[in-house]
């Protein structure tokens, strides 16, 4: 390849790159009042994951919808991942227990306490939360 196409071919592999969205929409942070949950889809290298946000008396955070026990989804009610008193996220299958701020499993069945839920990074600008799918904290 000539110097000239090895430019060009840069040039494209650069602006393919920089074509591809850095954040996700999610949603308008009022859709999300305190102490509710939504759930979304989010491109996480090359595959759609299942992924759901909460409202944490204001704080979002967001997680791959997946339970540190077995891996699947945690609401077995659509939707439905806090505690009856708000304090907690609810895996449903087996009450596995996490901190809704960090993910971390405090309670749940042998092995799985002390692990986390992979975290979403969020940004927020002008009412809006975004997702960013490339830096997914794995657990
Ligand atoms: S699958 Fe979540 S606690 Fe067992």
């Known amino acids: 390849m000539t110097p000239k196409r090895t430019r060009r071919a840069r040039a494209a592999r650069s602006s393919r790159r920089s074509s591809k969205?850095?954040?996700y929409l999610v949603c308008r942070a009022s859709e999300v009042p305190p102490g509710t949950s939504l759930k979304f889809i989010l491109p996480i290298d090359g595959f759609d994951e299942e992924c759901f946000l909460v409202n944490c008396d204001g704080e979002y955070h967001a997680y791959v919808n997946r339970c540190c026990h077995i891996p699947i989804a945690m609401d077995w009610i659509d939707n439905q991942f806090f505690t009856?008193?708000?304090r907690y996220l609810l895996c449903q299958t087996h009450?596995?227990?996490y901190?809704?701020?960090?993910?971390?499993?405090?309670?749940?069945?042998?092995g799985t306490p002390g692990k986390a839920l992979a975290k979403v990074p969020l940004e927020q600008s002008d009412g809006t939360i975004y997702a960013s799918p490339?830096?997914?904290q794995q657990p």
């Open 21 to 23: 969205p850095r954040r």
């Open 84 to 86: 009856a008193d708000g």
């Open 95 to 97: 009450n596995a227990c």
């Open 99 to 110: 901190l809704p701020r960090t993910g971390e499993c405090i309670f749940g069945p042998p």
């Open 134 to 136: 490339r830096s997914v």
